[in-house]
T-cell receptor, first 108, second 115 residues
Framework: GQQVMQIPQYQHVQEGEDFTTYCNSS?????IQWYKQRPGGHPVFLIQ?????EVKKQKRLTFQFGEAKKNSSLHITATQTTDVGTYFC????????FGQGTTLQVKP | GAVVSQHPSWVICKSGTSVKIECRSL??????MFWYRQFPKQSLMLMAT?????????EQGVEKDKFLINHASLTLSTLTVTSAHPEDSSFYIC???????????FGPGTRLLVL
């Protein structure tokens, strides 16, 4: 079936280091969204990417959508302890499919 | 920004009882709401799409007779877990899109524990 694979599952970084999570779909996506879920909390919408090759930035966060619209990445520059949480991508294949999430831990 | 509330935030019940969870859009109208389930350390799984004024659309593998959804108004959708069993224990979250916007607003979630 249609899947959205997200890697890595967990990432521990030292504060100040960079972090990247990747999502790969088996089928072409009409769009992809990214969410952040803090421990014990609910997902919070971060951004939506629609166009092939699109790149969007939010302060230290950079989001990319692949040329084939099958993969996407979220990159955080110089992580801070406030970045801790689980980052989910959600692909739209006609069905809305969440990736498994990447849990980020940041050591101060 | 838009706000989605859920009630209750957590519930503990005995096996065999039914539990109703409410999802409300507080400052906008939502003709569509989504219900998700999330097990510990796992991703969100879409259970069903709630449509105001019509039947909900359930995802494959989700029993519609067990998870009853009613979208009674443009601001309220309810999910009733009927005859709950321990394996139904999970974190249930609803979301609603703001019409014409790309953003999905999630409720705070309801933690269900069935003993």
């Amino acid at each position: 079936g249609q899947q959205v694979m997200q890697i890595p599952q967990y990432q521990h970084v030292q504060e100040g280091e960079d972090f990247t999570t990747y999502c790969n779909s088996s089928t072409t996506l009409s769009n992809i969204q990214w969410y952040k879920q803090r421990p014990g909390g609910h997902p919070v919408f971060l951004i939506q990417l629609v166009k092939s090759g699109e790149v969007k930035k939010q302060k230290r966060l950079t989001f990319q959508f692949g040329e084939a619209k099958k993969n996407s990445s979220l990159h955080i520059t110089a992580t801070q302890t406030t970045d801790v949480g689980t980052y989910f991508c959600r692909g739209n294949t006609g069905k809305l499919i969440f990736g498994q999430g990447t849990t980020l831990q940041v050591k101060p | 920004g838009a706000v989605v509330s859920q009630h209750p935030s957590w519930v503990i019940c005995k096996s065999g009882t039914s539990v109703k969870i409410e999802c409300r859009s507080l400052d906008f109208q939502a003709t569509t709401m989504f219900w998700y389930r999330q097990f510990p350390k796992q991703s969100l799984m879409l259970m069903a799409t709630s449509n105001e004024g019509s039947k909900a659309t359930y995802e494959q593998g989700v029993e519609k007779d067990k998870f009853l959804i009613n979208h009674a108004s443009l601001t309220l959708s309810t999910l009733t877990v009927t005859s709950a069993h321990p394996e139904d224990s999970s974190f249930y979250i609803c979301s609603a899109p703001l019409t014409g916007r790309e953003t999905q607003y999630f409720g705070p979630g309801t933690r269900l524990l069935v003993l």
